[in-house]
């Protein structure tokens, strides 16, 4: 096990060894019930106990895993799946018995099974410390608003108020944020609104126009599925702690590229808590005012919106894909997937240097990304 062998290779007697491994538990233990205490789910908080379980148990067996396997399913994560791997490193416990006449295996071995292990937990639970910080978050009421931002919008987008009211019903507020669109817009039964182009500027402007604890953000070419209200509904009283939710995406057409781009959405919001917004967000109110409030910037609004609301709570992905067009994906594959890549990465790398500095190289990768979007931008939602 990490803890023993680390302290053992040390020189210290193993009553010394065991006593530290038992503290370490203790207080291990402790502080998760004071962030189940806080808000932490249930779910969460038997990983993190089982997790400090084997991390202090003096001896760690491949088949301890099954303790965790049932919470890995519900919540897949980015630590349990690196050390399901590694621990393959395991058996060559077998193949020392065989070759040198004893079971087991040296350092290398188990640096092998669980450095690999830490830093994924260490990249995981990056902001796990500041989470146990906020402020305890009173219970709110659940009472949706959705906000649509939209540029030159086609009829889709009457088919999608449409399906919104059929299971939202007529009292929840829809506002919808115009960015400037040459075409007319939807008319009764939604709240219309007028902001500056870009779609983070507009969902800024969106979530400022209304004061609904829990904001939804869809994109104007999805399709919600059946049953996507009762399910965000019953999401917020499982996860209590979460400040953002995300439904998840599956496109209107499928191909080898865009299955490439739904699994690899979904992983990084699973192992990195980061969410696009076509994957369809709903935030908390409460969680973002406290992050410092919504990005207004023109790009990448959604990946400084995830990064701020993973400090203040948990990030959950829900798996109700809502569908979206593939048409911008139809030409020209490869290059529009480098330049989405390159320019998450570029943004990501300006937000060390400051989230005024990222704000500003937003502006610059707009442009970018929507090299005749000031003048001809004639597609749905942007």
């Known amino acids: 096990a990490p803890l023993h062998t680390l302290l053992a290779s040390t020189g210290l007697s193993l009553e010394i060894v065991r006593l530290l491994g038992t503290v370490t538990f203790g207080i291990c233990a402790l502080t998760i019930c004071i ?3 806080r808000g932490m789910s249930l779910i969460d908080a038997c990983l993190w106990m089982l997790g400090a379980l084997l991390v202090c148990s003096p001896i760690v067996h ?19 799946t690196t050390l399901s791997i590694t621990m393959g490193g395991y058996f060559i416990a077998w193949w020392t018995q065989a070759h040198a006449g004893w079971w087991g295996f040296g350092h290398g071995i188990a640096a092998t099974i669980w450095v690999p292990w830490f830093i994924a937990g260490c990249v995981q639970n990056r902001c796990f410390p500041a989470r146990l910080k906020v402020t305890r978050l009173a219970p709110e009421t659940f009472r949706p608003c959705v906000v649509l931002p ?45 902001a500056k182009r870009g779609r983070g500027n507009q969902i800024a402007a969106g979530i400022a126009a209304t004061e609904a604890p829990w904001i939804l953000i869809v994109h104007a070419d999805s399709i919600p599925p059946p049953g996507w ?34 699994i690899l959405n979904e992983m990084r919001v699973i192992l990195s808590e980061v969410a696009f917004g076509d994957q369809t967000m709903v935030i908390r109110r409460s969680a973002m005012n406290a992050a410092g409030g919504f990005p207004a910037q ?10 701020r609301l993973a400090s203040r709570g948990q990030v959950i992905y829900l798996g109700r894909e809502w569908t979206l067009s593939a048409r911008k994906w139809s030409g ?12 998450v990465a570029t943004y990501q790398l300006a937000r060390l240097k400051g989230s005024a500095h990222a704000a500003a190289v937003s502006e610059k990768m707009y442009l970018e990304y929507y090299p005749e979007a000031p003048m001809n931008e004639k597609t749905s939602g942007q």
């Open 35 to 37: 962030a189940r205490w």
């Open 62 to 80: 491949f088949w301890y895993l099954s303790w965790l396997l049932p919470f890995v399913a519900l919540r897949p994560s980015f630590a349990w």
């Open 150 to 194: 939209v540029l030159n919008t086609g009829p889709e987008v009457e088919v999608l108020i449409s399906r919104l009211r059929s299971e939202m019903g007529p009292a929840p507020e829809i506002v919808i944020v115009d960015g400037g669109s040459t075409t007319e817009l939807p008319e009764g039964g939604v709240r219309v609104i007028h």
């Open 229 to 262: 209200l009762a399910h965000l509904e019953q999401a917020t009283r499982i996860y209590p702690d979460a400040s953002l939710l995300v439904f998840g995406q599956r496109f209107d057409r499928s191909t080898p590229g865009t299955l490439l781009l739904e």
């Open 298 to 307: 023109p790009l990448m609004e959604d990946v400084e919106a995830s990064l």
């Open 332 to 343: 020209g594959f490869m290059r529009r997937f480098g330049l989405v890549i390159r320019l």
